[in-house]
């Protein structure tokens, strides 16, 4: 996934012919299997002798966001209460009327904007 | 003064070089060199799949194929329950199986015994199917010739929840040998499914897990989801996830 990132964002400063990348702004969706920590780590290790080297990366979290098309609660995934190990676990569940939510929001991978020097 | 021969009155000025013809630019405003563009881009790195999967999803359907994902951990049984459906539905439907697999093709063999059309995919290092492999293996069946396509993705229960096929129906399965945490563990991959098949339920004593609390998990996170506790190598438990899948 952070190769296609880095690839993107070459691309794109290949476009304009930018000599370095300064700013780097993504968000990823909290629903995603990435983890902002390790896209860090090697968004670092694949820009090394890029233009894309020592930019800075800014990552924004995004909440999964559900909506229930029975009741049209639309809200933060809920969490409810493992009765037998109490450890939380997301759930489908309308916290409103116990009917099942969509999920809307919180499943991408986006690279929002990026700042370069031309 | 002669009327005829009145003097231009912009005699000096450098319009005078002008081509009254040519458009008046006012000329390209480029970046100068050093300075800095911030450009909104706005790119969903996971849409391109998405969108490949949509398209796959509009093929399947215009041939009439109900294609199902099975998915779920390694060694859950994926394989094994695959085997028992085509022995239940090979009689209504004509069956082909897409095998999902690092670099082998020993699932893919074990299907072909069944004389089922299967094509194995090879991902590499890859863990997880995505939409442009299932596009280009299935350009190489002829769709008009099948009714229900198995696609088989690699054991593995976090990557394939975020890279959709283009299915219509998914089956995730997991086994008692995993142990009782497996369902809320991974709650995203199962938000997704369907059915739910708990297999090697004949090993659930020996495990010390309880299959009803799984089945109440598969049904907190997700209460869509059905969940059918099997058994793959008898065939317990799979008459009704065929039903389940609606076939």
Redesign the interface.
């Known amino acids: 996934m952070t190769t296609q990132i880095v690839e993107s964002i070459l691309k794109e400063a290949d476009k304009r012919q930018a000599k370095r990348v300064m700013e780097v702004d993504l968000i990823v969706g909290s629903l995603t299997f990435l983890n902002p920590d390790q896209l860090r780590f090697w968004f670092g290790v694949l820009a090394k002798g890029t233009i894309l080297e020592k930019s800075h990366l800014r990552i924004k979290s995004k909440e999964g966001t559900v909506r229930c098309l029975q009741c049209g609660f639309e809200g933060i995934l809920n969490c409810v209460d493992d009765p037998v190990y109490h450890i939380p676990v997301p759930t489908l569940l309308c916290p409103k009327c116990r009917n099942v939510v969509e999920i809307v929001d919180g499943k991408e991978c986006t690279i929002k904007s990026i700042k370069m020097v031309i | 003064m002669d009327l005829f021969h009145k003097e231009p009155i912009l005699k000096d000025c450098s319009l005078w070089r002008c081509s009254p013809l040519k458009p008046k630019t006012k000329g390209v405003v480029k ?1 100068d ?15 391109a799949n998405e969108k490949l999967a949509e398209e796959n999803k509009k093929t399947l359907s215009e041939y009439g194929v109900t294609a199902v994902d099975v998915m779920g951990s390694i060694g859950s049984g994926k394989t094994s329950l695959i085997e028992k459906m085509i022995e239940i539905l090979r009689d209504r439907y004509r069956i082909s199986v897409f095998k999902g697999d690092l670099t082998t093709t020993i699932d893919a063999e074990m299907i072909a015994k069944h004389g089922v059309e299967s094509v194995p995919i090879n991902t590499g290092k890859e863990c997880h199917l995505d939409a442009n492999l299932v596009s280009k293996a299935l350009r190489k069946i002829d769709l008009s010739k099948i009714d229900v396509l198995f696609i088989e993705n690699v054991g593995n229960l ?2 394939p ?2 890279f959709p096929l283009g299915s219509e129906k998914r089956i995730i399965v997991i086994s008692v040998t995993e142990g009782p ?1 497996m369902i ?1 563990k991974h ?2 991959i199962f ?1 997704d499914a369907d059915v739910v098949a708990i297999n090697k339920i004949d090993l659930a004593q020996a495990m010390e897990v309880d299959i009803n ?1 799984l089945k109440l ?1 598969v049904g ?5 989801a059905v969940p059918v506790p099997t058994n793959c190598r008898t065939g317990e438990g799979v008459p009704e996830i065929v039903k389940a899948l609606g076939l």
Do not use: Q
């Not at chain 2, 911030?38 to 996971?46: A, S």
């Not at chain 2, 907190?220 to 869509?224: A, L, T, V």
């Open positions: 970046a060199e050093g300075e800095i563009y911030d450009i909104e881009l706005d790119v969903n790195i996971l849409k976090i990557c929840a975020d945490y809320i709650p995203f938000m609390k998990d907190s996170i997700n209460p869509k």
